[in-house]
């Protein structure tokens, strides 16, 4: 349940907070980008000094601490470098064959994307691996493992955007973390590595369409939310 105290928040509602910070973070960076532009489209005109000046007051003024993914460390975690992402309707894809994956985590994919949300049934591969492409986030289950409780404890732990759940059959493990490139194999709904999984790879700027909607397409059987 969410925490209505400030005071002591519970643990979504403190993973939102940072992933909010994580989202201004990227905002700021493309502002820092855009001005860097200006700047150097300026600096023909403008004498040494003026120039100097003008940098020293940018890099003072915007210098903000920065979130590094980078140093999240989460255990037995597989990654994927170097996929292809070529829209291949209407030929299904094998993940498994073709890159090692199950469920997969990247690669060739349908050209409309799965819309991020809550599902009851098993999706389309090919549709939910573009929305991966767009920085979501699909967390699938074994329906045998994992009960109606349990689902509700995972959707819990989750941002409520870029984000899919979906039960899943043949899964290596009890739930399965995937993003693009990136996935991990949990031990459960309780799996501390959830949380880190999704800090390290949600709405992963780096993406091939990284910010691409995740709405606005195909809604797949059993979504209810």
């Not at 973070?25 to 493309?30: G, H, M």
């Not at 890099?59 to 140093?71: E, L, M, R, Y």
């Amino acid at each position: 349940m969410a925490s209505n105290n400030p005071a002591n928040p519970s643990v979504k509602e403190q993973r939102e907070t940072k992933r909010a910070a994580k989202v201004a973070v990227l905002k700021k960076q493309q502002a820092r980008d855009k001005r860097n532009r200006i700047i150097g489209i300026t600096a023909g005109g403008l004498g040494a000094a003026a120039v100097l000046g003008l940098v020293l007051v940018f890099v003072i003024t915007s210098a903000t601490p920065k979130p590094n993914p980078d140093d999240i460390a989460i255990g037995d975690l597989q990654e994927f470098p170097g996929l292809t992402a070529n829209h291949i309707d209407p030929n299904p894809m094998d993940y498994e064959a073709a890159y090692g994956m199950n469920p997969p985590a990247g690669g060739d994919h349908f050209g409309a994307w799965l819309n991020c949300g809550v599902y009851t049934e098993p999706q389309q591969n090919e549709n939910a691996v573009h929305s991966l492409e767009h920085g979501a986030v699909w967390v699938t289950y074994d329906p045998e493992l994992v009960d109606e409780a349990g689902v509700e404890a995972l959707v819990e732990e989750l941002p409520s955007t870029y984000v899919i759940v979906s039960p899943y059959t043949g899964l290596p493990a009890p739930v399965v973390a995937s993003a693009w490139g990136a996935q991990v194999q949990l031990d459960g709904v309780d799996d501390t590595r959830l949380g880190d999984f999704v800090d390290k790879f949600w709405r992963n700027p780096d993406l091939p369409e990284a910010g691409a909607a995740c709405s606005g397409a195909i809604d797949g059987p059993g979504r209810v939310s």
